[in-house]
Nanobody, 128 residues
Framework: QVQLVESGGGLVQAGGSLRLSCAALGRTLSAYAMGWFRQAPGLEREFVGGIRWSNAYTKFANSVKGRFTISRDGANYTVHLQMTNLKPEDTAVYYC?????????????????????WGQGTQVTVSS
């Protein structure tokens, strides 16, 4: 059984930065892409960004483009979401997810259904 564990959430003022991490624990994970999603109260979960494991290609939602970056640690299937210039509207529970099925794809999935492993989430709160 693979577990994804997020860390690094917290409270930050607008304009500040946070770095979230997601580690895969348990048996060896063979993911083809890793994604970050978020869910704010009363809203549906939405795609934030993701990375293709083979070539480190990244894709981001327009709302975070230019402010968020994703990096990976290939040896440990750990991904990091670096968030800068945070805004109150970035407040949400952030989830990481792993796609272990799209072996022959070349893109980063943006749909929840494309991911088959999920973390428990970590809260990010941005105060104004």
């Amino acid at each position: 059984q693979v577990q994804l564990v997020e860390s690094g959430g917290g409270l930050v003022q607008a304009g500040g930065s946070l770095r979230l991490s997601c580690a895969a624990l348990g048996r060896t994970l063979s993911a083809y892409a890793m994604g970050w999603f978020r869910q704010a109260p009363g809203l549906e979960r939405e795609f934030v960004g993701g990375i293709r494991w083979s070539n480190a290609y990244t894709k981001f939602a327009n709302s975070v483009k230019g402010r968020f970056t994703i990096s990976r640690d290939g040896a440990n299937y750990t991904v990091h979401l670096q968030m800068t210039n945070l805004k109150p509207e970035d407040t949400a529970v952030y989830y990481c997810a792993a796609d272990t099925r799209s072996r022959y794809s070349t893109y980063v999935p943006t749909m929840e259904a494309s991911y088959d492993y999920w973390g428990q989430g970590t809260q990010v709160t941005v105060s104004s």
